[in-house]
Every structure is written in structure tokens, then in C-alpha cells.
């Protein structure tokens, strides 16, 4: 089983800032990486697939990089609304099965 | 309007069986190469991925979790079925149904439903 791991755990940071979070793979998932958004008591939002590509209505201030087993979800000026936990996703094979990584929460420093 | 909406027990007792549907609408669940999967969440946790079913029949579950999992859809109905086996108190958690819309070279979830909360207890 591939085992996604985020870091860091929790993410301080001020509005207006850069926020820079990770996500690492037990092994190459090539570009079959997502990033999902959660705020408290809502479902998960999709955010990036294909490790790059934003998804629909997703400002331009989110974006993903990365392939194989390294990968970056960058938010290039944190707004209110971004504080929230994040979780990268890998989806592999056929038919797929999926890991989640354990999240990063983005707090308000 | 895509939308995904669980229903199921609020609470289900240690060693009983859980089915939950996710009753879909705004798409077909005959969509070529389409699917739907079931989430859960544990309160306070990550989330953890449970099972697939796709368009033409095809599934995929959780390695963990195989044994205790089935996996079903209804297309004329719209509403895929899940069932859990064997519940324990660790199973307490909030349980997603999500989208695929194609699962290709890409195979994530684009619509949610709002989730239910399952907490096994006697």
C-alpha cells in the first residue's frame, strides 16, 4: 500500500503570506495526486488534480507542483478563508485504490 | 446540480452490520468510466478511503477493510450502497460518498456529499 505523508503537521502563518505544504509518497505515483480543502464541519473540497491542474472555480492563488513521490501545494497569499486542513490524495492503477495523507492544518498565526 | 447525499443509522451497536446509501443526483451512474466512492472520517482524524464502484460494474476496496466491506449500486435508482461488517467503536467516524467523474489517467472526486455521522455504541 502507498503511504502518503504530509508535513508539516500544523502551518502558522499571517495573512497575506506564502503558505508552502508538502507531500511525500512511499513510492512514485508519477501525477495521480490531488489536494483536498476542509474547514470544520464541512466535506472535503477539491482543489488541485494531476498534481498541478486547479480545479473548477479554484482561485489562482492555489497551486500544486511536484511528481513521482515529492509534492507542493503553494498558497501564494493566505486569505481568511483559507485557514483550513489540506490532505494530498494519490490515486494509482486500475482499478484505483486511494491514500490519503494524514492533512496540514493551516492556522491563523 | 451535482449533488450527494448519505443516509444511514446514527447509531449502530458493536458486531452489527452498517449500510449506508448515497442517493445521487444531476448525473447518471451508467457515465462511461464514472464512479462513486465511500470516505470516512473519524472525529478529529484524516480521512481514510473504504471503496469504489464504477459505471460498469467495477470495484476496488480498501485492503484493510476488504473483508468486512460490499460495495453496490443502483443506476435506475441513482443510489450506490455500502455495507460494513462486524462494527466496532473505532468505526465511529463520518461517512463521505463522493464523485468520480472519470476515472482515466485522473481518478479523484469532485463532488461531495455533506457526510453522516455513524458512532457505534451499546
Known amino acids: 500500500e502507498i503511504v502518503m505523508t504530509q508535513s508539516p503537521a500544523t502551518l502558522s502563518v499571517s495573512p497575506g503570506e506564502r503558505a508552502t505544504l508538502s507531500c511525500r509518497a512511499s513510492?512514485?505515483?508519477?501525477?495521480?495526486l490531488a489536494w483536498y480543502q476542509q474547514k470544520p464541519g464541512q466535506a472535503p473540497r477539491l482543489l488541485i488534480y494531476?498534481?498541478?491542474t486547479r480545479a473548477t472555480g479554484i482561485p489562482a492563488r492555489f497551486s500544486g507542483s511536484g511528481s513521482g513521490t515529492e509534492f507542493t501545494l503553494t498558497i501564494s497569499s493566505l486569505q481568511s478563508e483559507d485557514f483550513a486542513v489540506y490532505y494530498c490524495?494519490?490515486?494509482?492503477?486500475?482499478?484505483?485504490?486511494?491514500?490519503f495523507g494524514q492533512g496540514t492544518k493551516v492556522e491563523i498565526k | 446540480q451535482v449533488t450527494l447525499k448519505e443516509s444511514g443509522p446514527v447509531l449502530v451497536k458493536p458486531t452489527e452490520t452498517l449500510t449506508l446509501t448515497c442517493t445521487v443526483s444531476?448525473?447518471?451512474?451508467?457515465?462511461?468510466?464514472?464512479?462513486v466512492s465511500w470516505i470516512r472520517q473519524p472525529p478529529g482524524k484524516a480521512l481514510e478511503w473504504l471503496a469504489h464502484?464504477?459505471?460498469?460494474?467495477?470495484?476496488s476496496y480498501s485492503t484493510s477493510l476488504k473483508s468486512r466491506l460490499t460495495i453496490s449500486k443502483d443506476t435506475s435508482k441513482s443510489q450506490v450502497v455500502l455495507t460494513m461488517t462486524n462494527m466496532d467503536p473505532v468505526d465511529t467516524a463520518t461517512y463521505y460518498c463522493?464523485?468520480?467523474?472519470?476515472?482515466?489517467?485522473?481518478?479523484?472526486?469532485?463532488?461531495w456529499g455533506q457526510g453522516t455521522l455513524v458512532t457505534v455504541s451499546s
Open positions: 444531476g448525473f447518471s451512474l451508467s457515465n462511461a468510466r464514472m464512479g
Open positions: 513510492q512514485s505515483v508519477s501525477s495521480n
Open positions: 494531476g498534481a498541478s
Open positions: 490524495q494519490q490515486y494509482n492503477n486500475w482499478p484505483p485504490t486511494w491514500t
Open positions: 463522493a464523485r468520480i467523474p472519470y476515472c482515466g489517467g485522473d481518478c479523484y472526486s469532485d463532488y
Open positions: 464502484i464504477f459505471s460498469n460494474d467495477e470495484k
